[in-house]
């Protein structure tokens, strides 16, 4: 016999001899201990520390477990920025996978921003829009024409020097009766 058949031979006692000896213990078991069940995990507590999403670390961080209602944890402080917060479980990179494919696209706020505008113009009166000047004094819904941002309804006087005025690419803070 050469070596490596010897050591196959020596490696397969093992094995035999192992299995039998489990075999053996569990035979030897009462059958009371056998089909006791043990828990895999004990139930979390107050002060036990636990993985948690936190706010202010912009991350899953170890946490303090402060207050448990109805058996969910309700109140944790995180051990690296020592803030309390509600306790928010950390997600799996799969959740945070299929939470990106299924959230619904968000509206940009350019959109938005011209919905407002239309609403404001079909309200104005849009025919004869003023040019604008920033010694002239406006009152809210009057139309405005500025050489860059293009036509515009007053939408707020802010103060007696200031208006906010609705364009159709967003809000613009433009002076008024600057002497």
């Known amino acids: 016999m050469n070596s490596n058949s010897l050591l196959l031979f020596d490696l397969f006692s093992i094995f035999l001899i192992f299995n039998c000896l489990f075999q053996f213990e569990q035979e030897s078991l009462p059958k009371k201990l056998k089909d006791v069940h043990m828990p895999d995990k004990k139930p979390i507590e107050v002060g036990d520390e636990i993985e ?3 706010g202010t670390c912009k991350d899953a961080t170890v946490h303090v477990v402060e207050v448990i209602k109805e ?5 944790v402080m ?3 920025c020592l803030n309390s917060h509600k306790f928010r479980a950390p997600m799996s990179t799969a959740e945070k996978k299929a939470k990106k494919k299924t959230a619904a696209p ?20 849009a025919e004869n829009p003023q040019d604008y000047a920033m010694t002239a004094t406006y009152e809210e819904n009057d139309v405005i024409h500025h050489e860059k941002f293009g036509v ?19 809000v613009k803070t ?5 002497s």
């Open 71 to 75: 058996g969910k944890i309700t109140k």
């Open 106 to 125: 968000k509206t940009s706020s350019k959109s938005k921003e011209q919905r407002k505008w239309s609403r404001v113009m079909a309200k104005a009166d």
């Open 52 to 54: 948690a999403l936190c």
């Open 78 to 80: 995180c051990k690296s």
């Open 174 to 178: 433009m002076v008024q009766n600057r």
């Open 152 to 170: 515009g309804v007053v939408a707020e006087i802010v103060d007696p020097t200031k208006m906010n005025v609705v364009f159709e690419d967003g």
